[in-house]
């Protein structure tokens, strides 16, 4: 009964309207508002980026500074969060972590959570993009056994998680730049991908009006999958399961087979049907970070840009237009920086904190609708009830 727009997975259905981000997958392009995503990650930094996604203007050297004094005020968390993550198993996945902890700040910052108060939503706002950092971090040091590392505010956005990530109480982290600059790129390149489904998720949530930390937790448990933030992580397993060039046509040879469910992590996009924009960026980068780590002669990386080239020319994926997408290279980088597999959903994560909370703020400002899809019902008719329990 009724008129409805069957559509499973929104492959053609329009959720909302917005103003922050614009993609052409036939043609490969991707706009934050208005600027290309390869000019924005080689020539500004990830604050800039984020003041762009959040205001929609690119700032002025006032604002610019003025708003990363706001971040550097909040990048700290509760000292009572320290004993939470004390709760969880040290072998969890750091994403079951970041994803309660985040969920958890809904009970430590709840003095500014009226979300029709514009300066409400941009407190919340301020603190989410802060604290995330620090928190991505902290479940890193939880799951290797030490201490965490507090936040130092002079360094940059990156920089200062690299710090956390890696400063230990008897030994300072010297920043490299040329590492540090990779990180700022990766994050940019993370920073927003319009409806994607974490980003829907945060809006779903939202729209009941609910918690921004916990609207932010949902986007965390939405992006973990492997067909979504989960494929960086998939993408670099499967890289050293390849292990070598001679075992590509093999690997190759199973993705195209129906009847087995392999595919070629990090590699085919809903939306783009064409050679993802970032994923070009992130390959320059990862061939940046191995030379100035002297690891030229990268194996993952010649199976990488093998694994590349013969997809690229093979009929399957040419008619199916599957191209290598932003998940492809960035392993091969983190994994260089001496990143475990597991933490590379958390930075994912950490990085389009800031796109959820623009697309969370631009929905309250533009006025809610609860979001409340339909469905096709295929169940029974009505019928009678009998209960077998014994009376
Ligand atoms: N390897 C082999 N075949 C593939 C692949 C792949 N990576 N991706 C899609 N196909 C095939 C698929 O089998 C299907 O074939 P057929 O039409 O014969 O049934 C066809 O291409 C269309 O695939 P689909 O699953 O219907 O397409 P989708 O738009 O629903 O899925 C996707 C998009 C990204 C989930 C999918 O391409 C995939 O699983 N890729 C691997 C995981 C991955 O890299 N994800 C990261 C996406 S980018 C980061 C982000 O923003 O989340």
New binding site residues.
Partial sequence: KGLFTFDP?FTSTASCESKITYIDGDEGILLHRGFPIDQLAKESNFLEVSYLLLYGEVPTQKQYDDFRKIVERHTMVHEQITRLFHGFRRDSHPMAVLCGVTGALAAFYHDSIDVENERHREIAAYRLLSKMPTVAAMCYKYSIGQPFVYPRNELSYAGNFLHMMFATPCEEYIVNPVLERAMDRILILHAD?EQ?ASTSTVRTAGSSGANPFACIAAGIASLWG????G?NEA?LKMLEEISSVEHIPGFIKR?KDKNDSF????????VYKNYDPRATVMRDTCHEVLKELDLKDNNLLEVAMELEHIALNDPYFIE?K?YP???FYSGIILKAMGIPSSMFTVIFAMARTVGWIAHWNEMHQDGIKIARPRQLYTGYDKRDFHSQLKK
């Fill in positions: 997975g991908h994607n492997p067909a979504h933030g494929a993408a993705a595919r070629l992590m990090g590699f085919g996009h809903r199916k599957l997408n932003v998940d």
